[in-house]
Structure formats: structure tokens, C-alpha cells
């Protein structure tokens, strides 16, 4: 039979040969078939049984090799227990550094035969196994010829891992040819050389493949990779009819292996990547998970409708793995980086320098802009600033600090760069001329703060509110959140704290001083622990037709109920707003600004399931998104749980918050409601200030939670709803380029010294979000009655 490179029966080749290869089977009339060395790897005595099967199964072929070699890798014992009991074979030493590159390297240099074929030590080879691969060396231009791997499993196979992911398990899995085809590379365990070619070479690479128990690999793939670039007319075949069985332990049939192995795997593309190129080392891997993963991810969904609840397990191993796998691959990247730009000279400082927030009300004057007052003695290298006209955000500006500060013209010029669109737009609304001479204008002739007829709303019988605000014994920041609660310029509501943790007395007690002085404040306790919980108290608690949500780490502007209320016109269910730093004095809390996770901008805006419409002073532009964008599935970009109101009866009528979700709760209700259909209204005007984490640790911390949560709602999203199932499905590929590429909207604002690390923790997280969900859900139904 021929076959052509690139044809459709090969989906993952990469092979650029232009002629057909003449495919040899064992049948097929031939030459004299080469001469081959079968080279076995072994590194530890506990293997003893699998070593003495792989070496009895290579002499026991059907087309005998012409010489066996067994390298030790750096085991004395097992060294001198191997020439006892094989004295008729090539053992020897391993002769380079330890690990399974450096092995095999040393057992090429001591094969005589013309193909050197690699046997794992715990695998056997099926008696036609030479036979299946030595008639393609026939063939000039074949340069490698693999197999495939059954997996011998020591017990049963784990019911929740994916054929798709056999290759964690060193096994042959779904996504390859299922018949001869050219293949990128070729599989570790079932592998064979042409000599003549691997002599040309170094071998294989020690920076890759195995040492000892530490599950990475990758070392076949950018060997393969370089013979292909050495000979570009030359071909790798994927032969699966050379079967050999790969023995799988206990150990490795476990999830923590399968996630330390998906690690490592990331970790070692990363440095294929670097050695050979992108485009080279990532090809078949683009394929197999923009076709192969969702396919298997559907498969599952399916079996489980057909019920075998396993298929859910097996849909979200994929997930999982993929994006454990990318996780490895980014701090892979991230280490290179800082390695590169180590220095042995010492700093006082790392990370970026400390910024002051600050906030300009037009009608009311620039100010200059001082550099002092920074944590520790430190200058401010630059300032955000929050430009507002008649209280109504306009834009943040983010502007470098010179020596001395900024003085006010020099802002003024900035600001008026910048956002001059949005301030002409805004006096035009308010029926005022726009502006020749931003720093000649004086409050008179802006209208002064409070005259914008844009948000002069009259309301004769203002809604009665309920502000509900979790708190979980954090009370230093929490005195300070009810302080800013008691200042807000809004005639009838009441404050409801919500103590989900009232074993810590301090909280009831503060909560007490306050409503001592002021009958607005009251306090509910919640001893199931989370926040989900938390939330549903208080809405159970509320009084108002609307409830209001604020944490218990931010200070609230003034005017903030009043904009989310203006926010609620008739069509309205839920609004979000606009979350600020408090301070930019650490690294920690720059990075998480710079993540975006937070801020989402000054553009009014409204959202429901087809897209959604932009507001400018009064002016609406409706955005309809196409079929297969990530809306209404990027949450995220809805708003925070840190400011956000609902009208009661809708939250109600969508079940409150999911006790399932131990994080994301407050996303996964803004996703429920755009789905179901309601309009949910973004309000920058209603603004919160947050106090961001100032310590590395704890950022770690938040960014993991991060991933978490939005990793559990949309396995929520895949197990609950059919219509999402389908739809989330469609966009896998696409939302993890998002998730990935540094150009994404998501990824946009991470400037250079942003850490990979961080995004590698979110990963993380992200990844083990499904798992964190089926647990949370396993213990939430056992709790039920």
C-alpha cells in the first residue's frame, strides 16, 4: 500500500514529503530486512520482574535482534544483578548524567545494528513486534518507525481517565492514526532509529525525559523534531500493528499522577518549544486540542446522558489536563524569564514601584500630583487617576511620576489627551459647549459637582434597600466598610452584616456600636461556612425590593447606592459596578490591578444572553456578538461580587447563591441571570474601593481562588444544562486561547514584569476547578435532609 503525507487519514502529521511512501508490511516482498539493536533502560532493582519480561519478549521475536543491550542507570546493584543473570547481553553503565536521555544515549553508542529500536523496562514486546517495524526501513527516506502502546494495567483502569490521556500513562491513545501514516514523533515506550541518522545527531537531549520517578518526557519529541529539520524529505511512520504492552502501576493509575505528570509534560513543551521553535514543537499539539479534546469532552457528556456518570468525570479530566498541562507550560516560560533577567546586583526593591491613587473632579480643579509619602520612604513612580466631571467617572488615567511629582498644567495636558472624547460628550449631554481650554475652565463655568442634569435623577419615593454585606471575622477592614456604609448619600435603606464565622465575637460587637447609634445597622449570624451562605442569609434577612451586596474589605463612595439604583430601569434584574484600588503601594496589590480582575472600566453598560449595548451620554450602541464568541460565557466581565445589587424576587426566583461553590458564587448568579434571560446593567458610576492584598502570599492565594471558582462554574455549566453544555462545548478551543494568549483582552493589561507564575497559579486553579466542585457537590447533597 502507498500512502501521501498530509492526507486526511493523518490529521496530526507534520511531515512535508511530497511523494508517496511505499508502506512494507511483514508480507510484503522486500530486501534483506536491516540488522537491529533493541536497547532496554533501566534505573531501579524494584522493576525486576517488568525488566526480566521487556528483555525475555525482545529475544523472543519473531525476526530476532542482532544484538540486545541493557543500560543501568546509575544502580551498581542493579548493574552487576543484570550482567549475572543476562550474561549473554550488552550490559553496561549508563555513561552520562542520570536520567533516561543520557541512558539511551549510552546504549546507541554501543548498538551495532543498522535500527536501534527502545523497549521501556516495563514493557513486553509482542513477538512481531521487529517484524512490524523493520520492513519500513526499506524505504530510503524512513528515518524512525514507532508503535503502539497497550496499557497493561497492574488493577483496573480509573474510570475517569480519558483515552485521550493515555499518553500520561506512557500508553498509545485516542487522537492518533489508527493505521500507518507520518507521524511528528514517535512514542517513548515503542520507538526504533534508523543508526546512520541518530549518528549524525547528539542523541537524545539530557535537558529532557525521565529521571527516575519524575514524570516528564518530551525527549523523543525534539529528537524526532531535529531528525525531520536534518533531513527534510525525510519520514517518521506511526506503525500500529508493532504493539508492545506498557505495564501501569497502582501509583500511576492516580490523580495525583496524572496532574504531576500533565505538569511536567507542560513544562517539557516548553522547552521542546524553546529548542526547536514554536511553530515545530506545538503543531500536533494545536490539533489535538483545538479537535481531539473537544471531541472527547462531548463523548463523555454523552455517555453520561446514556448513564454512565463516569462520562462527566472523563469530560472534566480533559479539561483539567489541558489546562494543567498549559499551566506547566507557562511557568516553564516564567522561569526562563527570570532567569534571564537575574542580576547578582542587589536591589532594594523588586517588582514594580509603588503608585498613587488619586481622584480628579473636573469642576472642581487639577491638582499637582506630589511623588512623596510612599510606603517605606519610597517615591511614587506614577499615579492612576480617576478623572470624574460632576461625579460621573470619565476615565482612569495612568500617568509616570517625575522627580518632585506632576504639576497640575502637566495633568491637566494628559487628562485632556486622553479622555477629551468622553468630557466634550459628557458637557454636550448636560447641555454645556465643550471645552477649548480644559485648565481655563473654573467650577462656575462647569456647573459645579452637583448641577449635571445627567444625574439629577427625580425620584419622589426612592426604593427602600437592603445593603448586605458577608463578613468572615475580618474585622479591621470591616469597621471601616460599615463607616463608609453610614455616609452614603441615599435616603432609605438599612445595612444588614451578615457574621459567617460567630464564633469570633468581635464581629457581633462592632456590629452592635454601630446600630447603637444608628437603627439602619443589623446583624444576622450564618455558622455554615461560605460565603454562598452567607449571601443567601441576607437575602433572606433583606427587608428592600432591592438587595445590595458589598464585602467587608472596601470602602464605599459616597454616591454608590445611588447609582446602583439608578441603574434598575424596568427591564433591569441585576447591576454591577465599578471596583478601584484603595492604594497601589505594593507589588502584590499592582499585579492584581494589572490582572483586571477588578476593574472593568468607565463605559456604562448593559448585557443579556445575545450581547450587549454600550451607553455614552445617553447615546446606546447595541453590540451584537456572533454565535460563536465566549458571550455570554466570560462572567467575569459582568462585575464583581464586591458591588453588586439585585432586584429580590428575580435572585429569589434563580435560587440565590449556589452553596455547591466554595468560590465564584458570585459570578456563577451573574452567568445564571444573563442566561435566563434578565438584562443585567454595569454602573461605573457606583463605585467601591478596594483594599487589594499587600502580600505575595496572600495574592497567590486570591489568584488560585480565582481560577477555582470560574474552573467550577463552568463544569456547573457542562453537568446542569444541556443548551450551555452544547454551547460551552463549541467554545472550548476558543476560550482557552483566551485564557492563554497574552493579546487577550484578558491578559492585555499584564505589563512586562508581570509574573507568568501568577497566571501558571490561576491555571492551577482553573484546572483543578471541576474537582474542587464534584467534591463540594458530593459533600452539599450528603448534608441535605
Not at 520507538?191 to 545527531?201: A, G, K, P, V
Not at 483545538?290 to 456518570?309: C, K, M, N, S
Not at 499615579?383 to 509616570?400: D, F, K, N
Not at 435603606?493 to 464564633?503: G, K, L
Amino acid at each position: 500500500m502507498t500512502i501521501h503525507a498530509g492526507s486526511a487519514a493523518t490529521s496530526n502529521a507534520s511531515s512535508s514529503t511530497s511523494e508517496p511512501i511505499t508502506v512494507l508490511t511483514p508480507e510484503t516482498p522486500a530486501g534483506s530486512a536491516p540488522t537491529a539493536t533493541v536497547v532496554i533502560c533501566v534505573y531501579t532493582e524494584r522493576r525486576w520482574r517488568q525488566i526480566v519480561r521487556a528483555v525475555g519478549s525482545a529475544l523472543a521475536q519473531d525476526v530476532p535482534p542482532a544484538q540486545v543491550v541493557v543500560v543501568v542507570d546509575h544502580n551498581p546493584a542493579l548493574l552487576e544483578r543484570a550482567r549475572a543473570t543476562f550474561p549473554e547481553l550488552t550490559v553496561v553503565p549508563s555513561s552520562g548524567p542520570r536520567g533516561l536521555s543520557a541512558a539511551r544515549n549510552t546504549g546507541l553508542a554501543r548498538a551495532t545494528g543498522e535500527i536501534v529500536a527502545f523497549l521501556d523496562d516495563d514493557a513486553a514486546a509482542e513477538p512481531d513486534w521487529l517484524a512490524r517495524l523493520l520492513p519500513h526501513y526499506q524505504d530510503e527516506r524512513v528515518l524512525a518507525v514507532g508503535g503502539h502502546a497497550l496499557a497493561d494495567w497492574e488493577k483496573e483502569r480509573p474510570r475517569w481517565l480519558p483515552p485521550e490521556f493515555d499518553w500520561v500513562v506512557g500508553c498509545s491513545f485516542t487522537g492518533q492514526p489508527t493505521e500507518v501514516a507520518p507521524v511528528r514523533n514517535v512514542i517513548g515506550c515503542n520507538m526504533s532509529f534508523r543508526r546512520s541518522i541518530l549518528d549524525r545527531t547528539a542523541g537524545f537531549d539530557p535537558a529532557l525525559g525521565r529521571v527516575g520517578r519524575t514524570p516528564v518526557g518530551c525527549e523523543e519529541t525534539e529528537l524526532c523534531i531535529r531528525l525531520r529539520q536534518l533531513e527534510p524529505d525525510g519520514v517518521v511512520l506511526y506503525e500500529p500493528a508493532a504493539r508492545v504492552r506498557h505495564r501501569v502501576t497502582v501509583d500511576r493509575a492516580k490523580w495525583r499522577y496524572f496532574r504531576q505528570r500533565c505538569f511536567s509534560e507542560g513544562r517539557s513543551k516548553a522547552v521542546v518549544a524553546r529548542l526547536v521553535g514554536s511553530d515545530a514543537g506545538l503543531a500536533t499539539e494545536r490539533t489535538y486540542t483545538r479537535r481531539t479534546l473537544p471531541a472527547g469532552v462531548r463523548r463523555g457528556l454523552r455517555q453520561l446522558r446514556h448513564g454512565d456518570p463516569a462520562g462527566l468525570l472523563r469530560s472534566a479530566a480533559i479539561v483539567v489536563g489541558l489546562l494543567v498541562t498549559a499551566a506547566g507550560y507557562v511557568s516553564a516560560h516564567a522561569r526562563r524569564a527570570s532567569q534571564a533577567v537575574s542580576t547578582p546586583v542587589p536591589r532594594r526593591r523588586t517588582g514594580p514601584t509603588p503608585v498613587r491613587v488619586v481622584t480628579v473632579e473636573l469642576s472642581e480643579g487639577v491638582p499637582d500630583v506630589p511623588d512623596t509619602g510612599g510606603p517605606d520612604d519610597t517615591r511614587y513612580g506614577a499615579a492612576q487617576v480617576l478623572v470624574r466631571l460632576h461625579g460621573q467617572p470619565l476615565g482612569l488615567v495612568e500617568v509616570p511620576l517625575p522627580a518632585g511629582g506632576l504639576a497640575a498644567p502637566a495633568l491637566t495636558a494628559t487628562i485632556r489627551s486622553q479622555l477629551s472624547s468622553a468630557i466634550d460628550a459628557h458637557r454636550r449631554h448636560d447641555g454645556l459647549p465643550t471645552l477649548d481650554r480644559l485648565d481655563a475652565e473654573s467650577a462656575e463655568e462647569t456647573g459645579g459637582p452637583g448641577s449635571c442634569p445627567s444625574r439629577r435623577r427625580a425620584v419622589e419615593q426612592p426604593a427602600f434597600i437592603s445593603v448586605l454585606v458577608p463578613t468572615c471575622g475580618r474585622t479591621p477592614l470591616l469597621e471601616s466598610t460599615l463607616d463608609s456604609l453610614a455616609a452614603l448619600d441615599y435616603p432609605d435603606y438599612e445595612i444588614v452584616v451578615v457574621d459567617n464565622a460567630p464564633q469570633v465575637t468581635e464581629t457581633a460587637r462592632i456590629v452592635a456600636r454601630h446600630a447603637a447609634d444608628d437603627p439602619r445597622f443589623r446583624y444576622a449570624a450564618e455558622p455554615r461556612p461560605g460565603v454562598a451562605h452567607a449571601r443567601n442569609r441576607g437575602l433572606a434577612e433583606a427587608r428592600g425590593a432591592i438587595v445590595a451586596y458589598a464585602d467587608d474589605d472596601v470602602i464605599l463612595d459616597r454616591g454608590w447606592l445611588r447609582s446602583l439604583v439608578d441603574g434598575f430601569t424596568d427591564d433591569v434584574a441585576a447591576v454591577t459596578g465599578q471596583v478601584l484600588a484603595r492604594e497601589l503601594d505594593t507589588p502584590s496589590q499592582i499585579w492584581l490591578e494589572q490582572y483586571g480582575g477588578y476593574g472593568k472600566g468607565c463605559q456604562r453598560r448593559r448585557f443579556d444572553r445575545a450581547g450587549f449595548t454600550t451607553l455614552e451620554a445617553g447615546a446606546a450602541r447595541r453590540v451584537d456578538l456572533p454565535p460563536r464568541s465566549l458571550h455570554p460565557y466570560l462572567p467575569g466581565s459582568y462585575g464583581s461580587g464586591a458591588n453588586m445589587a439585585f432586584r429580590k424576587d428575580a435572585l429569589l426566583r434563580l435560587g440565590g447563591f449556589d452553596p455547591r461553590l466554595r468560590s465564584g458564587e458570585d459570578i456563577d448568579v451573574l452567568l445564571r441571570a444573563v442566561l435566563a434571560g434578565h438584562v443585567l446593567a454595569y454602573e461605573p458610576g457606583a463605585i467601591v474601593w478596594h483594599t487589594h492584598r499587600r502580600e505575595v502570599r496572600a495574592l497567590r492565594r486570591t489568584m488560585y481562588q480565582y481560577g477555582v471558582g470560574l474552573g467550577a462554574v463552568l463544569t456547573k455549566c457542562l453537568a446542569d444544562d444541556p443548551t450551555t453544555r452544547r454551547e460551552l462545548l463549541v467554545r472550548l478551543p476558543r476560550g482557552v486561547a483566551y485564557a492563554l494568549r497574552p493579546g487577550s483582552a484578558k491578559n492585555g493589561r499584564k505589563q512586562k514584569g508581570y509574573p507568568a507564575w501568577l497566571t501558571a497559579v490561576e491555571l492551577c486553579g482553573l484546572a483543578l476547578g471541576p474537582v474542587h466542585y464534584a467534591a463540594a457537590a458530593a459533600r452539599f447533597a450528603r448534608s441535605r435532609p
